[in-house]
């Protein structure tokens, strides 16, 4: 069975606090996602990679950055955390054959204070 | 003006109704549409797709594309309370095997017995 897991799935921090949150894919795909997920806004992407070591940037990088060490592993980075970056974050993965099916983790419900 | 538009509802049905959800595009690049589904409190799951304009079918489910129109439709027929979920509609450029997906802001949909 696929499988997609988040460190957390619950998280509150405070404000400027750092803020790591991992994803682990087991399915040796080569893209992985992050997203965020908030009332009437839908899924934003923040970044993705589609290598190791590679990233590309998503339709709202800022205040984020993120960490592709190994294949499996794609951490999201939230360097100095404030109230807005409050959200559901959502990682996913894909092959790159089959680049139209996304797999998702179960998400992080992030509450910054 | 997003690239993809869905109308985030809520929609409410009575069980055994047809359902319709619909989004448009602007971008004529793409050329696989997609449906997921995401039950409360978990991460989406893709449900059908199809490559290109037409129609596909899979049990009570429908995917339909009117390219010449840019505008996706999914059908539930005989709806089902386990049918309440949000469905959202995604979108990719044909080639693109980094992955990247376009998505609706999804569709609230109740199905009450």
């Known amino acids: 069975d696929v499988k997609v897991t988040q460190s957390s799935r619950y998280l509150v921090k405070r404000t400027g606090e750092k803020v790591f949150l991992e994803c682990v894919q087991d399915?040796?795909?080569?893209?992985m996602f992050w997203y965020r997920q908030d009332p009437g806004l839908g899924l934003r992407l923040i970044y993705f990679s589609y290598d190791v070591k590679m990233k590309e940037k998503g339709d709202i990088p800022e205040g984020y950055s993120v960490s592709r060490e190994k294949k499996e592993r794609f951490s999201l980075i939230l360097e100095s955390a404030s109230t807005n970056q409050t959200s559901m974050y959502l990682c996913a993965s894909s092959s790159g054959l089959l680049a139209y099916e996304q797999y998702f983790g179960p998400g992080t419900r992030l509450t910054v204070t | 003006q997003k690239e993809v538009e869905q109308d985030p509802g809520p929609l409410s049905v009575p069980e055994g109704a047809i359902v319709s959800l619909n989004c448009t595009y602007s971008n004529s690049a793409f050329q696989y549409f997609m449906w997921y589904r995401q039950y409360s409190r978990k991460g989406p799951e893709l449900l059908m797709y199809t490559y290109s304009s037409g129609n596909k079918e899979d049990g009570r489910f429908t995917a339909q594309v009117d390219k010449s129109s840019k505008y996706i439709s999914l059908f539930i027929r005989d709806s089902q309370p386990s049918d309440s979920a949000t469905y959202l509609c995604?979108?990719?450029?044909?080639?693109?095997?980094?992955?990247?997906?376009?998505f609706g802001r999804g569709t609230q949909l109740t199905v009450w017995p």
């Open positions: 399915m040796d795909h080569e893209n």
């Open positions: 995604a979108m990719s450029v044909r080639g693109s095997t980094l992955g990247r997906l376009y």
